[in-house]
């Protein structure tokens, strides 16, 4: 402190500043992870499985169905049983053999791994999809019921058959080189950037299938399928949570809570009437 001409000079408050500044970018931080990066909308996890939002939603979706290399880390580390798929299959092709049970077991132990990594906030947690997302992502209305066999949607369009390298289909369609599986990703993804939303593997998802305790969900058809009925982006199939066949896979989805709320800033009224004067 130092007297200048009979007055006080006070050091700014500089240190009290920076904390100031420093709090507010805690806060930002803070505020970034409690919504989830909502303003993010793709995610690589430490498997590098990369996922996107799905519109309309805060959940993140996986671009491909949970490959082989993905899947054995799980299976290495936690001992679980895989039955082979008796057919020659590469790191990126699809995890087949695979329950209901299976892709939720997988999808709570990478929870539980990553957020023990740090690598997941605490309030994400992977699971299987919903029938509502899958429907957005592949370019139904949310609440298709697998009942609009008469609109012919497909996932490359109306046209049938389908063209050349439409996806992973049977080889008496001739539109693919697979005589089974192929490798996550080989084909055109959708509008959404979402892959093998058709072919390739049948695709568990969360969901009872028609509200029957003892049935779960699968949908997107495989390599062996061929009817057009069976082909269409509506079609739904159900079996019993603890069946392995060589045409079921999954994908994984991140479940996020809703961000909150934007923070209302105040502003003083322009037509407040002025004090009055005592």
Known sequence: ?????ERILTPLPIFPMFLRIL?????????????????????TNTLGMTFHRVPGTQTLLCLWPTRIQDYRVFVRATGRHWPDAGFPQGDTHPAVCVTWEDAKAFANWLTQKEQAEGKLPPTWKYRLPLETEWNIAIGLPATSSGEETATQIFPWGTQWPPPPNAGNYSPDLQVDSFPRTSPVASFKSNALGFYDMGGNVWQWCEDYFDRSADYRVLRGASWRMRDPDDLLSSKRIGNK?????????????IER????????????????????KP
């Open 1 to 5: 402190m130092r007297v200048v001409n």
């Open 241 to 253: 949570p603890d069946t392995c066949l060589t045409v079921y896979g999954f994908r994984v989805a």
């Open 23 to 43: 709090f507010v970018f805690v806060c930002v931080a803070f505020l970034a992870v409690a919504r989830g990066n909502a303003s993010d909308d793709t995610f």
């Open 257 to 276: 809570p809703a961000p909150p709320p934007e923070p209302v800033v105040s502003t003083p009224s322009t037509n407040s009437a002025p004090a009055s």
